[in-house]
């Protein structure tokens, strides 16, 4: 593991800033809840605790869709594959990419026929996404 961090993994301060100010009202709103209730004032202890819940039902929301979208962020660099192709006897290999590859290059003997093969092409593999299932 290394030491860096990615950026899809960290949280950036403005968030954490919103997160403490959402904890810290929806905290002083409960605070002003129980002093309404203990003053006699009903109503507004509702309308506090209202806000209260409010405040933390909403502080819980954002930092699990934030974690959600970062875990969807990690990104993995896709497969860059080299076809390696023989003029002659039509052989093909397939291999991962090497720097300094480049089409129409030659490379390394056939194992069929001896000859010098020639690289034919180079792209990346796309993966296919898994849809989930729809019960109808």
């Known amino acids: 593991m290394s030491d860096i961090e990615s950026p899809a993994r960290r949280f950036s301060l403005f968030f954490l800033a919103i997160i403490f100010i959402t904890l810290v009202l929806s905290i002083a709103a409960f605070f002003q809840a129980f002093d309404a209730y203990n003053i006699g004032q009903v109503a507004n202890g509702h309308?506090?605790?209202?806000?209260?819940?409010?405040?933390?039902?909403?502080?819980?929301?954002?930092?699990f869709q934030t974690r959600r979208r970062a875990l969807r962020f990690v990104l993995k660099p896709p497969r860059i594959a080299t076809t390696i192709l023989c003029q002659k006897c039509g052989f093909k290999n397939i291999r991962d990419f090497e720097r300094g590859?480049?089409?129409?290059?030659?490379?390394?003997?056939?194992?069929?026929?001896?000859?010098?093969?020639?690289?034919?092409?180079?792209?990346?593999?796309?993966?296919?996404?898994?849809r989930p299932r729809r019960w109808i």
């Open 101 to 130: 590859d480049f089409i129409f290059k030659d490379t390394e003997e056939c194992p069929k026929c001896k000859e010098k093969m020639m690289i034919a092409s180079i792209y990346r593999e796309v993966e296919e996404k898994k």
């Open 47 to 63: 309308f506090f605790m209202l806000i209260g819940v409010s405040g933390l039902a909403l502080l819980t929301y954002m930092v």
